[in-house]
């Protein structure tokens, strides 16, 4: 028998036959787990309330070995988002289902600090926290997109008079073709502010939705 105890946070809950559900967590040390919770949703259960999306503490489970389907043993929770399934949690909810979809086996441990602090930057971002999102996670895979030097030639967009995009590239004056969509320097520059330094520039509103075509061009050209 294979014990498994780590921090953990838990993504998925999907109720099965009457007191029972499948659960999916994300581990800081062991990556996404899948685990059969027995009788959690007896009413005398104590795990009832704390078994739910969003919940973070230490888990327990036991399995054949690493890769095999786990039973969960206990679960000993230090954090519920209360705060933000008041406010936002559709967003937040979304997070953690994209986590699953990722399925990460490693995490380092400053993603795994960001996710801890989730909840947190839901709030924070609002509107703009799926973007912030895609942005970490991209990072955390090393594939986020080139948004600092010209995708033909290489060079530092600082420096180029405009800069133009097209799908989820960016090129500089000298390697634009027609039909590449024209940036506006400030646009630029409130893009890079985001994703680097976490800074929000409200004059510039199209820059939101640049991005966003950015991110989703290249969630097309990347095998996630």
Not at 36 to 51: D, F, Y
Request: charged fraction near 25%.
């Amino acid at each position: 028998m294979f014990y498994l105890k780590d921090q953990s946070i838990i993504l998925t809950k999907k109720n099965i036959k009457e007191k029972s559900a499948i659960i999916y967590i994300l581990t800081k040390n062991f990556g996404l787990k899948k685990a059969i919770a027995e009788g959690i949703n007896r009413p005398e259960s104590k795990l009832i309330t704390v078994i739910q999306p969003g919940s973070i503490g230490k888990i327990f489970l036991a399995g054949n070995d690493l890769n095999s389907p786990f039973k969960l043993i206990s679960f000993l929770p230090y954090k519920i988002p209360i705060n933000v399934f008041k406010k936002l949690p559709y967003m937040y909810l979304w997070s953690l289902r994209f986590l699953v979809l990722i399925n990460p086996f490693e995490i380092s441990d400053e993603f795994w600090n960001l996710i801890v602090d989730l909840d947190k930057r839901v709030l924070k971002f609002k509107k703009l926290f799926p973007l912030w999102f895609m942005w970490k996670i991209f990072q955390e895979l090393g594939t986020q997109p080139n948004l600092e030097t010209c995708s033909n030639c290489n060079k530092s967009l600082f420096k180029s008079k405009n800069i133009f995009v097209y799908k989820s590239s960016l090129f500089c004056e000298n390697c634009r073709k027609e039909g590449y969509e024209k940036i506006e320097k400030s646009e630029y520059f409130a893009i890079l502010n985001f994703c680097y330094k976490e800074k929000i520039f409200k004059k510039n509103i199209k820059w939101p939705e640049i991005l966003r075509k950015i991110f989703k061009n290249h969630l097309r050209e990347i095998a996630l």
